[in-house]
């Protein structure tokens, strides 16, 4: 069986060997089980690097995990020396492997992440606050644009009066703007709009996954960005 996958985390097993944690073009989330990936001379460890694209050769399911017998790289060009896009890798990976851990089969999502990546290898260096804010389009969780001003972020309506500090006047606005826009990639926002919506639109994801937590490389993507 042949799988196109998204790397988003993985567990080393042992001295040689791993679990690769993935989301997958036709079955949503999954994790394999790659034996020898840290063997001394396999050189396919190189490519446990988050959200890289990779094509997997596995065998039938065994124990619930498939195993890796072939894997290869779908996108050379992902890899960078760059340390912010890295930071941003790092973090949306996080992210996702929280948030995709019960999601089926979405093809939508697998090119949604797939037009985040095009959109960073253009050094779109906010791309990452859109492609989260987009995700929830694709989980059904958006809010419903409403001419109200303020952003309630445990209901998902605007309203008339602020329900959260994160949620003031100008933030709510952003939302509205992100919602309603048909090139949401487009939208320029201020180094103080962006700290700002990134805190808004974790508090949103907070009310509305089930143990969320932030992704451990927050305080990087904020110093950096």
């Not at 929830?136 to 309203?159: H, R, V, W």
Request: aromatic share 16%; with cysteine.
């Amino acid at each position: 069986m042949t799988q196109e996958v998204f790397l988003l985390s993985y567990t080393k097993y042992g001295d040689h060997d791993a679990v690769l944690h993935c989301f997958c073009r036709e079955n949503g989330f999954e994790s394999f089980f790659a034996k020898g990936i840290y063997a001394p001379k396999n050189k396919k460890k190189a490519f446990l690097f988050p959200l890289n694209e990779l094509l997997l050769y596995t065998s039938d399911k065994k124990k619930n995990i498939q195993n890796v017998i072939k894997l290869e790289q779908r996108n050379s060009d992902l890899f960078t020396s760059d340390i912010r896009k890295n930071s941003i890798l790092f973090f949306i990976s996080d992210l996702l492997n929280q948030v995709l851990r019960n999601e089926n089969q979405n093809q939508n999502i697998y090119s949604e992440i797939s037009l985040f990546l095009s959109q960073l290898q253009m050094d779109n260096f906010q791309s990452h606050l859109i492609f989260i804010f987009r995700l929830l389009k694709q989980q059904g969780l958006q809010p419903l644009f409403s001419d109200k001003t303020y952003l309630n972020p445990e209901s998902g309506n605007f309203e008339e009066t602020e329900s959260h500090h994160f949620f003031d006047k100008d933030i709510s606005a952003i939302w509205k703007e992100l919602i309603v826009s048909q090139n949401p990639y487009d939208i320029k926002l201020s180094r103080f709009g962006k700290q700002n919506f990134l805190d808004s639109i974790l508090v949103y994801y907070h009310y509305h996954f089930t143990d969320f937590r932030e992704p451990k490389s927050l305080e990087i993507i904020k110093e950096i960005f």
